[in-house]
């Protein structure tokens, strides 16, 4: 018995051409738009290349982009198979091509809904690697003159002014490592003297920021040193003053940043799953309503479409004894012909017991 | 003798007829853009409009829009009406409404001009509307608690971060106001006293900046205070000086960013207007060849068409007229038929004369 059979006049053919014919090429449309989200990410991902450590999170737009293209491919030969499926005499040339097709199509679907799993899974590699690299971009914050490193003081500031965000996890950060270089620091003067000797590595450590950290929507001109010091600012109250400097830690910004963007493509990339999926089940019934036609008398007439020609499980046994077939020409079964032996035992057992009865009835 | 005249046959009537109204749609869709930019420009002016000082800026972007607006409706008549002119019949229709129409539509054309030009000349104004208003704001920098200006700081830091600029013309504006507010002042501190002393108004000035001057280019961490006295910071040498903090003043940056959009917004809008002369010259053509035809009597004769029935001067003079003619319905009528008292009486009473002498 068929799967999802369904009975198809000349005209329903001719529709459901033109209707797969249009759908394929809004699948196209699609492949062309998951493309571009993936190019997009990947830019978004490379502008801030230089605050991560590794590139796993590139994985998701780069399988976009793959999908993008893959899918533009594909959609375009069933669009090109809809407009033949009519045409009695260039229809069969499609017809070797379809299993490979519909292997692509469902590949691309299961790409899909990898992508969407993976852009979840990934955000904990994502906080890894930004954990990394603010932190290494934090600690050579002060080497402008080192080649290598000269550009992190002003990507941090960039960072830090264009995300609202202030150190790692958050301005404290900025307290437990040098962030003056030493080029700038007046050796004579005895306060700067007295701060490297009480450090243990000799490290000029101050509890200040540097002013990327200031908040614009802070009512008082930014304090920027001397923040733990209550008493260093009038009207300064350093537990709770929370307007002066960005509250939030740049990791925390910039994963929430990137999530932000990856979710709010999700509903996007489920939609185009389904599209595509549309698309592979009608190009099935039209496969097969096409066959069946070709195959009456009339070609006119009314013909039988359906997914499957039985159902699941007899589909699944044949597809499992062709398979074993195929793998029989290597290996030599002994172990299937003795079952087969003892079948014929059964069998022969079966039928004796049905011969006895009778003579008791 | 008239100007710009040509000859039309039937075929290139209706030729004329149909790039019209081709050409009145693509009008409608400029005049669409015409509208887009009019809001964009609107949009921009809108965003930092806290740092200018007087609304004036905002008619170049009404008159835009506003002149959008009419180029679709114009056009999109024009398009009906073009549509129609090819026969004769359906113009009969129009006839009345035409010579208006193409007085509005040039109205309109020299309107789109005058939003033009706008763009250019608007820069004079957009400076000196710049300069007050960023003095004002940077005045009221330090009224973060003061109902109506307590945006300001916020406004001003993220104008100095975005457009990477510093105070009016120049880092040292800062240096002549306070920017400190006194809430924030330790007036016990002697220090603070004796500054706040030596002002004459007794401001607390300070010759040093807002973080937001600080430039993201500076190879040192940023240097904020002091900046007077070059030898308070250890090794601050010129080159230091000069990429510490944003150098541009915002007057500048800003003007610069605004003559920028006008001047291509202004180039858009000029090729509109030749592109809207153009359909207005056409139309003009189109309408007297067929009030032509129509006066031939024969609708498949050639017929001509031009802009002016008379030259210029002619012209000018008979509207000049009218005009005069039109004021004169409030004066004396000089119609004959009504008497003027004084010259007919002295006729009359000599004949009445002459009639008693026959009688007796």
């Known amino acids: 018995m068929a799967l999802l059979k369904m009975k198809f006049s000349q005209q329903r053919r001719v529709r459901l051409a033109q209707g797969l014919w249009l759908l394929s090429w809004l699948a196209v449309m699609c492949g062309a738009f998951i493309f571009c989200l993936g190019v997009y990410l990947k830019i978004e991902l490379l502008r801030r290349d230089e605050v991560m450590e590794d590139t796993d999170i590139h994985a998701v737009p780069n399988l976009l982009m793959l999908v993008g293209l893959a899918s533009i491919g594909a959609n375009w030969v069933a669009s090109r198979v809809c407009q033949d499926s009519l045409d009695a005499s260039r229809f069969p040339r499609w017809k070797v091509l379809l299993l490979g097709w519909y292997a692509v199509a469902a590949l691309l679907c299961c790409l899909l809904l990898a992508v969407v799993v993976l852009s979840y899974a990934l955000q904990g590699r994502l906080e890894e690697s930004l954990k990394v690299g603010l932190r290494n971009g934090i600690r050579f914050y002060k080497d402008t003159d080192v080649p290598g490193r000269c550009f992190q003081k002003e990507t941090i500031d960039r960072l830090q002014m264009e995300f609202r965000c202030c150190g790692n996890n958050n301005f404290k950060d900025w307290f437990e490592i040098q962030w003056v270089s030493n080029r700038y620091l007046d050796f004579t003067s005895q306060e700067v003297k007295d701060r490297i000797r009480s450090n243990v590595d000799g490290r000029y450590l101050l509890d200040g920021v540097p002013f990327s950290c200031c908040n614009p929507a802070s009512p008082r001109p930014c304090l920027q040193n001397q923040l733990t010091d209550s008493r260093a600012h009038y009207n300064y109250e350093y537990q709770s003053e929370e307007l002066n400097l960005y509250s939030r830690g740049c990791r925390q910004a910039l994963t929430d940043y990137y999530m932000g963007l990856m979710n709010s493509t999700g509903p996007g990339v489920l939609s185009v799953i389904l599209i595509q999926l549309s698309v592979l089940l009608s190009m099935r019934y039209l496969q097969t309503a096409v066959d069946g036609a070709m195959a009456l008398e009339s070609p006119e007439g009314e013909s039988e479409g359906y997914i499957l020609e039985k159902d699941v499980k007899a589909t699944y046994a044949e597809v499992k004894a062709k398979a074993l077939d195929l793998l029989k020409f290597a290996q030599v079964d002994p172990a299937s012909e003795a079952a087969g032996a003892e079948e014929g035992e059964k069998a022969a057992e079966a039928s004796a017991k049905a011969a006895t009865p009778p003579p008791a009835s | ?360």
């Open chain 2, 1 to 360: 003798m008239a100007v710009g005249k040509i000859t039309f046959t039937k075929t290139e009537r209706e030729k004329l007829a149909e790039v019209l109204w081709l050409l009145n749609w693509i009008s409608v869709v400029t005049g669409a853009i015409l509208f887009g930019l009019g809001l964009f420009l609107k949009i921009e002016i809108q965003k930092w409009q806290e740092v200018m000082s007087e609304q004036g800026i905002l008619y170049v972007p009404h008159m835009l829009i506003t002149t959008g607006l009419a180029a679709c409706g114009i056009n999109y008549l024009g398009s009906k009406i073009c549509l129609d002119c090819a026969d004769t019949n359906k113009f009969l229709r129009w006839k009345l409404v035409m010579i208006p129409y193409i007085v509005c539509t040039f109205f309109f054309t020299a309107c789109v001009l005058v939003g033009a030009l706008m763009c250019y000349s608007i820069r004079s104004q957009l400076e000196e509307a710049l300069y007050l208003g960023l003095r004002n704001t940077m005045r009221f920098y330090k009224d973060t608690d003061t109902p109506g200006r307590c945006y300001l700081k916020k406004t001003l830091d993220l104008l100095q971060i975005q457009f990477q600029c510093c105070g009016n013309t120049d880092y040292r504006d800062w240096f002549q106001i306070q920017w400190i507010s006194s809430r924030y002042l330790d007036m016990t501190n002697s220090a603070v006293v004796d500054r706040v002393r030596s002002n004459v108004e007794g401001k607390y000035l300070m010759d040093s900046v807002p973080f937001s001057c600080c430039s993201t280019l500076s190879s040192r961490p940023c240097i904020q205070h002091n900046l007077s006295n070059p030898g308070a910071h250890a090794h601050y040498d010129e080159r230091s000086q000069q990429l510490n903090l944003w150098r541009r003043g915002c007057q500048q940056a800003l003007l610069d960013h605004y003559t920028g959009i006008m001047q291509s917004i202004g180039l858009t809008v000029l090729l509109i207007w030749l592109f809207e002369l153009l359909v207005l010259t056409g139309v003009r053509y189109l309408q007297t060849a067929m009030e032509n035809v129509i006066r031939l009597g024969d609708p498949e004769s050639e017929s001509e068409g031009w802009i002016l029935e008379n030259s210029l001067a002619e012209t000018a003079c008979y509207n000049f007229s009218i005009i005069k003619s039109l004021g004169k319905c409030y004066q004396v009528d000089d119609d004959p038929n009504i008497n003027v008292p004084t010259a007919a009486a002295d006729q009359e009473v000599p004949s009445a004369q002459v009639q008693v002498n026959v009688t007796s």
